[in-house]
């Protein structure tokens, strides 16, 4: 169990707890500001992103400093977890709306708007949080898939996740004003800015998945497509067995690499079970 599970979740998975995301803690007025003006100082994540990228020509010692400062800072303000599309068909299944947005990202590291962010609610039709979100300035966003919040259904949901999956996308849960969960975004390491930040910055800003993957040499053929969908770099190929190895050191438990193995050759394990990463996040 992570470090969240432990405050926010009694000991169980602390983004299943239904009061996470209930309409009671979007009555803290700080949260509701916060909310209002995630993405209002578009500037400020520019500037963000340019000393992030340049972190590693900084002294060691202001490295270390931002390394321990700057995930203190955002676990009680704006931090995710991976999740497998097993959890997030259970958070589907007691929040009451769903709503699709453009991704605030790769507005910023590429220029354009995808909608891969979805805005989750206890309220109908978007509860609180979407009439926060109303209050948004998105006038930044000028993509012509950006217009707009879209209201799914809990299938249409899910069907588009998996469309996700075959991209390679990984899914991550995401608190405004922690514990208050409000979005669950398709993530990939060169356009979110999470990623960068966690993956290859080494700053975390979100928690690995409870759950590492393990490849069962049995089943698997060796073809390699798990490889193309792993953001992480966990999965390398065995040339002498011909088999897909994943190394649970660098697995983060999203699950996506099953979406392209046609052998149903990898299965998720709960991280808690393994002795050696049972305390990696
Ligand atoms: S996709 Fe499946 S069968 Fe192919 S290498 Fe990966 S685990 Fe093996
Ligand atoms: S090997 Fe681990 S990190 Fe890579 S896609 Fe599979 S579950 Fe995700």
Redesign the pocket.
Known sequence: MCEFCLKHGEGQKWYLQANNYSEDLLNDIRRRKMIENFAADGESTAKTIEKMDKLSTAPKFIQALVRRLVPRKMKKRHYGQVVPIEDVEKIFGFVNSIVRVACYCRHFTVGKEKRYCYGISMGPNGGKFGELMKNVDTSFLTGPDSVGAETLTKEQAIASFREHEKEGLCHTVWTFQTPFIGGICNCDRADCLAMRSTVTHNIPVMFRAEFIAE?NPD????????MKLCQFGAISYSASNK??VIDKMKCYGCGI?RA??V?D??HLEPRANDPVVAKIW
């Open positions: 490849a089943k698997c053929v060796g073809c390699r497509q798990c088999k897909a690499c392209a193995c052998k050759a990898i």
